[in-house]
């Protein structure tokens, strides 16, 4: 989870958030990792998860790599392949890492895996920008 005060409302992470999915992020061996099992409110079609709760958990995993470790930023551009549909009630683990840093520009990649076969069913791909002074 973030240590930043005002990451408390954020959608994804954030624990005063009333709506939000409430996802604890760490770093394990430098890559951020986070668990989520969605629910019929996260559901899309037909008991599937909703591609863009999946687009948001990507989007925060990759970030929250970089503010765990400090770093304020921001998302500056995020691509999302999805693999395969997601049901309902099925735990996934969350993975961020960085590729490489350049200037105050973070390239990031994420995943969202299952827990029960390992298959990867979304990943990502992003650009962050970093704040000056954690450049």
């Known amino acids: 989870m973030s240590t930043d005060q005002r990451g408390n409302g954020c959608f994804v992470c954030g624990p005063s958030n009333p709506a939000g999915l409430h996802v604890r992020f760490s770093l ?7 668990r989520f099992v969605p629910q019929e409110q996260h559901a899309g079609y037909a008991g599937l998860t909703h591609g863009g709760i999946m687009f948001a958990l990507l989007d925060d995993v990759m ?7 400090g770093v304020q930023c921001f998302t500056a551009r995020a691509d999302i ?32 895996v299952r827990e029960d076969d390992g298959s990867v069913v979304a990943e990502s791909s992003g650009s962050f920008m970093t704040a000056a002074e954690s450049a």
């Open 28 to 34: 394990e061996d430098d890559v951020c990792v986070g």
């Open 63 to 69: 970030a929250n790599w970089l503010w765990l470790k």
């Open 81 to 112: 392949r999805y693999r395969a549909h997601l049901p309902l009630g099925t735990p996934v683990r969350l993975e961020g890492r960085c590729e490489r840093r350049k200037g105050r520009l973070a390239l990031m990649e994420g995943r969202i």
